[in-house]
């Protein structure tokens, strides 16, 4: 299979590109950097605009397209202009991505783009089990998912078979929340945000790979798939589970006010609310979990 990655050279492109390789897969990963190999991956240069370029050539035949291209949502505050870049990465993107695939002779079979957890909206501490049939919300980061979801589902009027795939967090120790988390836990001043009962859905990002994977050759399924554990946790028992599994500590609360001091707005979506996201489709269609549990989970993302 000869799948296309835009965004693979992140926190979860690169690790997905070398698990494709490894099972025999021809990976091409588009990148605004030179064209070049390394690892088995062939990197092709592109611009993620909706004007022809030489990297439609690469869509034009390729089984699969994995689109995870974006600017990182906590890298930081979220003044207006940075959440006019957090759009615009998101959907000229997959624009871009969209016209390759419509003016390719041999479209993919499938088109896998990224979304996240932020779709369902902020919600109370003892807030409903969300599955993929949830509506979405109405804030930033849900506004955000909504529209970048609309934008891929123009390729399913082309024979090609859209999935969504709506994120949690991601666990491993080399990016992501954890890389950010575990500094604090090894000077003893980590623990719970806020109250530490707002709902954490969270994925090991072993679980993320073989997610993608499977998917990708479940010929028959499409929309939208919570890439989540099926138990998620208390933002209290997220912190305890990372204190455990680094030895150290995890009583320190930090307060909700000095974190909107901190980061600002996006403290109240992406920190202090909760979403209780379970995997519903996933499962119901046999995908089997390595990590269902938090204290698992974390022991093996921060060794």
């Known amino acids: 299979m000869k799948c ?3 965004g693979g050279s992140g926190f979860l492109g690169r690790p997905l590109s070398m698990e494709l390789v490894a099972k025999g897969h021809e990976v091409v990963v588009l990148t605004r950097g030179a064209a070049h190999t390394s690892g088995g991956v062939r990197y092709a240069t592109w611009e993620a605009d909706e004007e022809p370029g030489p990297w439609h050539a690469e869509i034009d035949g390729a089984d699969a397209v994995i689109n995870l291209a974006g600017a990182g949502i906590a890298d930081q505050r979220w ?13 000229s993107a997959t624009r871009a991505l969209v016209v390759a695939i419509r003016s390719a002779t041999a479209r993919p079979k499938v088109f896998l783009t990224g979304s996240a957890i ?5 919600q109370p501490e003892n807030g409903p089990e969300l599955d993929e049939s949830a509506p979405p919300g109405s804030d930033f980061l849900a506004t955000l998912s909504v529209d970048w979801e609309a934008e891929a589902h123009a390729v399913s009027a082309l024979d090609c078979r859209v999935v969504i795939l709506r994120t949690g967090v991601v666990l491993a120790r080399d ?3 954890l890389k950010k988390l575990i500094p604090p836990f090894k000077f003893f001043v980590g623990g719970p945000i806020g109250t530490g009962r707002q709902v954490m859905s969270w994925i090991h990002r072993r679980d993320w790979i073989e997610l993608v994977v499977w998917l990708l050759h479940q010929d028959n399924v499409s929309g939208a798939f919570n890439a989540t554990a099926p138990h998620p946790a208390t ?5 305890t589970a990372l204190g455990a599994a680094l030895g150290r500590p995890s009583w320190l609360t930090v307060p909700a006010l000095a974190l909107r001091v901190i980061v600002g707005e996006m ?9 209780r996201v379970v995997p519903k489709r996933a499962v119901d269609l046999g995908f089997s979990f390595q990590f269902p549990e938090i204290g698992a989970a974390m022991q093996d993302a921060v060794r």
Do not use: C, D, H, M
């Open 79 to 91: 003044s207006a202009n940075r959440k006019q870049t957090l759009r615009g990465s998101r959907l």
């Open 4 to 6: 296309v990655i835009a």
């Open 175 to 177: 990016g992501g929340a």
């Open 118 to 122: 932020g779709f369902y909206g902020p």
């Open 235 to 239: 933002n209290a028992e997220f912190s």
């Open 267 to 275: 403290a109240g979506p992406a920190l202090l609310a909760g979403q």
